[in-house]
Nanobody, 121 residues
Framework: QVQLVESGGGLVQAGGALRLSCAAS????????MGWFRQAPGKEREFVGA????????YYADSVKGRFTISRDYAKKTMYLQMNSLKPEDTAVYYC??????????????WGQGTQVTVSS
């Protein structure tokens, strides 16, 4: 079992920045690939980015490429999503996920509870 807890969401103006955190507990953090997804009201959950078990591979959705950066701290067992140049269309609940294999589809085995990000225009 892996437990994931997101934090760092909030309200920010367009052009601003936020850093989301995803703290993991349970099974060995370094064994897992991890991902970020988001879901806006009335929309399906969509891929934001992912990082593999050793941090050597990252993927990003085209909509966030160049603005968002994923990283992970093995000592803290935490994954981060640095979000810069935020846009109103980035408004959503952001979820972190973990599984043994990195992928861009929302079929990860473990999920956090989500954190709300709201970007005002």
């Amino acid at each position: 079992q892996v437990q994931l807890v997101e934090s760092g969401g909030g309200l920010v103006q367009a052009g601003g920045a936020l850093r989301l955190s995803c703290a993991a507990s349970g099974r060995t953090f370094s064994n897992f690939a991890m991902g970020w997804f988001r879901q806006a009201p009335g929309k399906e959950r969509e891929f934001v980015g992912a990082i593999n078990w050793n941090g050597g591979i990252t993927y990003y959705a085209d909509s966030v490429k160049g603005r968002f950066t994923i990283s992970r701290d093995y000592a803290k067992k935490t994954m981060y999503l640095q979000m810069n140049s935020l846009k109103p269309e980035d408004t959503a609940v952001y979820y972190c996920a973990a599984d043994f294999r990195i992928r861009q589809t929302p079929d990860y085995g473990y999920w956090g509870q989500g954190t709300q990000v709201t970007v005002s225009s």
